[in-house]
T-cell receptor
Framework: SQQGEEDPQALSIQEGENATMNCSYKTSINNLQWYRQNSGRGLVHLIL?????REKHSGRLRVTLDTSKKSSSLLITASRAADTASYFC?????????????FGKGTKLSVIP | DAGVIQSPRHEVTEMGQEVTLRCKPISGHDYLFWYRQTMMRGLELLIY????????DSGMPEDRFSAKMPNASFSTLKIQPSEPRDSAVYFCASSLARIGPWYEQFFGPGTRLTVL
């Protein structure tokens, strides 16, 4: 399967704590992306990490990628109630001209005020 | 920019009826994707277009589903006849393929389809 698998499926934390979500996959990738989906809304792109990168930061987000273990993690620091959403990893397979993304089933994050 | 626009936002129809979902991608984007999201199956890619040409429709579940992109600013996804198991949220997304690694997709708000 080209689908990423997020872990945990659901996560509940207190505001101010850090949240870590993981994504494992089985194929070779060009890049891996993380998206957020608020309830009843479309997905919003958060961050992209290329296969030759190991770590990227964007504001309170930190993404790591270990291609040898075929896994990625998304860390949200100092969480806020507004971070409550589902988070998806999406894989772009390696190969010229391939622009499809395959999404996992997501991690549902609840941040309690 | 208004982002990706989808209509209608909600559609309730009866089994056997034809349903047409509409999408306007972000101006200048050359890729358009149709997805379906359900609790059971998650987010599934149905079909995608490049420069208005369908590239891969292997995700289209059955012949009852068809998609068109007559021009760069409009696409439709049609289900005829509709069945209750087609009930889902349908998303349209667009992206701009550039030289380099940036293949971020921009999603519309989705159409929630309920087939009774």
């Amino acid at each position: 399967s080209q689908q990423g698998e997020e872990d945990p499926q659901a996560l509940s934390i207190q505001e101010g704590e850090n949240a870590t979500m993981n994504c494992s996959y089985k194929t070779s990738i060009n890049n891996l992306q993380w998206y957020r989906q608020n309830s009843g809304r479309g997905l919003v792109h958060l961050i992209l990490i290329r296969s030759n990168e190991r770590e990227k930061h964007s504001g309170r987000l930190r993404v790591t990628l270990d291609t040898s273990k075929k896994s990625s993690s998304l860390l949200i620091t100092a969480s806020r109630a507004a971070d409550t959403a589902s988070y998806f990893c999406a894989l772009m397979p390696s190969g010229a001209g391939s622009y499809q993304l395959t999404f996992g089933k997501g991690t549902k994050l609840s941040v309690i005020p | 920019d208004a982002g990706v626009i989808q209509s209608p936002r909600h559609e309730v129809t009866e089994m056997g009826q034809e349903v047409t979902l509409r999408c306007k991608p972000i101006s200048g984007h050359d890729y358009l994707f149709w997805y379906r999201q359900t609790m059971m199956r998650g987010l599934e890619l149905l079909i995608y277009f490049n420069n208005n040409v369908p590239i891969d429709d292997s995700g289209m579940p059955e012949d009852r589903f068809s998609a068109k992109m007559p021009n760069a600013s409009f696409s439709t996804l049609k289900i005829q006849p509709s069945e209750p198991r087609d009930s889902a949220v349908y998303f349209c997304a667009s992206s701009l393929a550039r030289i380099g690694p940036w293949y971020e997709q921009f999603f519309g708000p989705g159409t929630r389809l309920t087939v009774l």
